[in-house]
């Protein structure tokens, strides 16, 4: 088994189960129908491509596991998603506002990944970003619309920002995980891809009328492990049932 | 003079259903069928938006990412009947703000079914078996029902139920063929929702004030009676497949009717529920109402962003 590739494609799975996992809360609780129905979708694109890295996470595991082990029966240390996508829902601004800042990400990052010399890396990245286009459209245009509301929403959103913009450093601070999985051609240069974050964020909060904060200390542990306290309460709901029932198909 | 006009207008109104034409948004109708529709629509909307709380409830629960990918879009499908519905209503002149805020006003109803909590992931299950079943009983006369744009968002809506059904059955018989415990929350579900199911039906045949203008209008085809016997024949069987019980002692085969007989319901129990005394009403309706306010600053800034983007492309073309 390749210890490597399996982290890394878990790494990869963790970001867009745990996001997809707090958009889902939304389900029934949106401020317009048309739009809980969108978070809806979104939700479900991420953990349907969580899926798809899981499953290849499995085969590179081999011994019989399968994507609900990865899900339901690891503890918070073991998942790697970046902590940006278990900070909590907050206001829908504040989702919205998480979302673009991983939209950005998440897009440049798979697009590169569709060169990865791991053929099924690759196929998974391809699939996934006409989805994650559609994403960071739909959180693109929200940032705007609501940068560039009503001063209520302007000031909601600014402080948005200014919070979670502290959540988006450790996304691209490769560890020795990602500098291992670029030498062999299977990982994605970070340093490639973030001028181009740092452009997209520029351009979309300027049209929103909105800035990024002054200091630039950045929050990281998520990819080694070393969550905030969010994570295990999400783990509690999530796992409820595999914990409660152990072995028991659903 | 307007009298014998209107009398005409109303004959050829009736003729029409009478014909099996369907009414459309511009046609002529009378007022009681036009407040009568819009009644009964948008309380069907706001059943699908209130029915969201009870299953989204299991989303962050779901026991594995198939179900979870499952239950999310089952719960998306019903905010898109809702969508439908509400669409629906306004061919009839009725605006969609305006019936959300009597729903979250307690003015207007939605089915009491959505008042009880779902309490362990069986009950799942349950209601998309039980409460999917019964909403596609009562729903698929509607796809042939006088009005057209009704009749026509509830063909799309009954094929999504349909699948919900199968879906909530699936999850049953999943449960009913595991462990022992998984096949006692099954039995605890079925317990908890079979009486509610039947009532979603209405009240009975001699109670129920519509429905026999209703009937000659073609916007209700079947007696409730009708209907929730259907369902009961229709469930009996799957009960045996998956091997649970229905809770109904009185619940037999008649050889003479060739249908079930069944036990009394408990109509205290349903005016009640209807009345706001239901286990979950309090708990939907400021759910329901904490989702709006909460949402307001975000459709009003949707508002002025719309507002300040027509006027810059105004002063655009203006200065072209
Ligand atoms: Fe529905
Ligand atoms: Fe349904």
Same mark, same amino acid.
């Given at each position: 088994?390749?210890?490597?590739?399996?982290?890394?494609?878990?790494?990869?799975?963790?970001?867009?189960?745990?996001?997809?996992?707090?958009?889902?809360?939304?389900?029934?609780?949106?401020?317009?129908?048309?739009?809980?129905?969108?978070?809806?979708?979104?939700?479900?694109?991420?953990?349907?491509?969580?899926?798809?890295?899981?499953?290849?996470? *499995?085969?590179?595991?081999?011994?019989?596991?399968?994507?609900?082990?990865?899900?339901?029966?690891?503890?918070?240390?073991?998942?790697?998603?970046?902590?940006? $996508?278990?900070?909590?829902?907050?206001?829908?601004?504040?989702?919205? $506002?998480?979302?673009?800042?991983?939209?950005?990400?998440?897009?440049?990052?798979?697009?590169?990944?569709?060169?990865?010399?791991?053929?099924?890396?690759?196929?998974?990245?391809?699939?996934?970003?006409?989805?994650?286009?559609?994403?960071?459209?739909?959180?693109?245009?929200?940032?705007?619309?609501?940068?560039?509301?009503?001063?209520?929403?302007?000031?909601?959103?600014?402080?948005?920002?200014?919070?979670?913009?502290?959540?988006?450093?450790?996304?691209?601070?490769?560890?020795?995980?990602?500098?291992?999985?670029?030498?062999?051609?299977?990982?994605?240069?970070?340093?490639?891809?973030?001028?181009?974050?740092?452009?997209?964020?520029?351009?979309?909060?300027?049209?929103? $009328?909105?800035?990024?904060?002054?200091?630039?200390?950045?929050?990281?542990?998520?990819?080694?492990?070393?969550?905030?306290?969010?994570?295990?309460?999400?783990?509690?709901?999530?796992?409820?049932?595999?914990?409660?029932?152990?072995?028991?198909?659903? | 003079?307007?009298?014998?006009?209107?009398?005409?207008?109303?004959?050829?109104?009736?003729?029409?259903?009478?014909?099996?034409?369907?009414?459309?948004?511009?046609?002529?109708?009378?007022?009681?069928?036009?407040?009568?529709?819009?009644?009964?629509?948008?309380?069907?909307?706001?059943?699908?938006?209130?029915?969201?709380?009870?299953?989204?409830?299991?989303?962050?629960?779901?026991?594995?990412?198939?179900?979870?990918?499952?239950?999310?879009?089952?719960?998306?499908?019903?905010?898109?009947?809702?969508?439908?519905?509400?669409?629906?209503?306004?061919?009839?002149?009725?605006?969609?703000?305006?019936?959300?805020?009597?729903?979250?006003?307690?003015?207007?109803?939605?089915?009491?079914?959505?008042?009880?909590?779902?309490?362990?992931?069986?009950?799942?299950? *349950?209601?998309?078996?039980?409460?999917?079943?019964?909403?596609?009983?009562?729903?698929?006369?509607?796809?042939?029902?006088?009005?057209?744009?009704? *009749?026509?968002?509830?063909?799309?809506?009954?094929?999504?139920?349909?699948?919900?059904?199968?879906?909530?059955?699936?999850?049953?018989?999943?449960?009913?063929?595991?462990?022992?415990?998984?096949?006692?929350?099954?039995?605890?579900?079925?317990?908890?929702?079979?009486?509610?199911?039947?009532?979603?039906?209405?009240?009975?045949?001699?109670?129920?004030?519509?429905?026999?203008?209703?009937?000659?209008?073609?916007?209700?085809?079947?007696?409730?009676?009708?209907?929730?016997?259907?369902?009961?024949?229709?469930?009996?069987?799957?009960?045996?497949?998956?091997?649970?019980?229905?809770?109904?002692?009185?619940?037999?085969?008649?050889?003479?009717?060739?249908?079930?007989?069944?036990?009394?319901?408990?109509?205290?129990?349903?005016?009640?529920?209807?009345?706001?005394?239901?286990?979950?009403?309090?708990?939907?309706?400021?759910?329901?109402?904490?989702?709006?306010?909460?949402?307001?600053?975000?459709?009003?800034? *949707? $508002?002025?962003?719309?507002?300040?983007?027509?006027?810059?492309?105004?002063?655009?073309?203006?200065?072209?």
């Amino acid at each position: 088994m390749n210890k490597s590739l399996l982290n890394y494609t878990l790494r990869i799975a963790d970001n867009n189960l745990i996001l997809g996992h707090r958009l889902s809360e939304w389900c029934g609780h949106g401020p317009i129908l048309e739009q809980d129905i969108a978070l809806t979708n979104i939700a479900l694109d991420l953990v349907g491509q969580a899926r798809n890295y899981f499953q290849l996470a *499995a085969e590179i595991k081999g011994g019989g596991a399968t994507e609900d082990d990865f899900a339901y029966l690891r503890d918070v240390y073991d998942f790697q998603n970046v902590l940006l $996508t278990e900070q909590p829902n907050g206001h829908f601004g504040e989702t919205i $506002t998480r979302q673009f800042f991983f939209d950005v990400f998440n897009y440049y990052f798979t697009q590169a990944l569709t060169k990865s010399t791991n053929s099924q890396l690759a196929a998974i990245a391809e699939k996934s970003l006409k989805e994650i286009t559609y994403h960071l459209r739909f959180s693109s245009e929200w940032m705007i619309r609501l940068g560039d509301g009503t001063e209520e929403s302007h000031a909601k959103m600014q402080q948005a920002v200014d919070d979670l913009w502290m959540f988006t450093g450790e996304a691209f601070q490769a560890d020795a995980l990602d500098l291992e999985m670029v030498e062999n051609g299977v990982g994605v240069k970070l340093e490639e891809i973030k001028p181009y974050f740092d452009q997209k964020v520029t351009d979309i909060l300027d049209q929103a $009328t909105l800035s990024l904060p002054e200091g630039n200390w950045m929050q990281k542990g998520g990819k080694q492990g070393k969550h905030s306290e969010h994570l295990g309460f999400i783990l509690a709901e999530l796992q409820f049932l595999q914990r409660a029932y152990p072995g028991a198909k659903w | 003079m307007s009298d014998s006009k209107n009398i005409s207008l109303e004959d050829r109104f009736q003729e029409k259903i009478d014909n099996n034409i369907q009414i459309e948004p511009k046609d002529w109708m009378p007022e009681g069928y036009r407040k009568t529709l819009i009644r009964q629509i948008s309380q069907h909307a706001h059943s699908e938006i209130v029915g969201m709380l009870p299953e989204g409830n299991w989303i962050s629960r779901a026991p594995s990412l198939r179900r979870k990918m499952g239950l999310l879009a089952k719960v998306q499908d019903e905010a898109g009947h809702g969508l439908y519905l509400y669409g629906a209503a306004e061919t009839l002149g009725a605006d969609r703000a305006s019936l959300i805020d009597d729903l979250h006003s307690g003015k207007a109803k939605y089915s009491s079914i959505f008042n009880y909590p779902t309490l362990t992931w069986a009950d799942i299950g *349950a209601i998309g078996w039980l409460v999917d079943g019964a909403a596609i009983m009562n729903q698929v006369p509607l796809c042939s029902c006088s009005y057209g744009p009704y *009749a026509r968002a509830m063909v799309r809506v009954c094929k999504e139920e349909s699948f919900h059904q199968r879906q909530g059955f699936e999850i049953m018989m999943a449960l009913c063929n595991g462990s022992p415990e998984q096949k006692e929350l099954a039995q605890d579900a079925l317990n908890r929702w079979w009486w509610p199911s039947l009532m979603m039906f209405g009240p009975n045949d001699s109670e129920s004030k519509h429905s026999a203008q209703s009937m000659k209008w073609k916007i209700k085809r079947f007696s409730n009676d009708e209907l929730r016997q259907r369902f009961v024949d229709m469930s009996v069987p799957q009960a045996k497949i998956l091997g649970i019980t229905i809770p109904d002692a009185d619940l037999k085969w008649n050889e003479e009717t060739k249908q079930h007989d069944y036990g009394k319901i408990d109509w205290e129990e349903f005016w009640n529920v209807v009345k706001g005394n239901g286990p979950c009403n309090k708990q939907r309706l400021k759910t329901r109402n904490k989702a709006h306010d909460q949402g307001k600053w975000v459709r009003e800034a *949707a $508002t002025a962003y719309a507002e300040k983007r027509r006027q810059r492309n105004a002063n655009r073309a203006k200065t072209a």
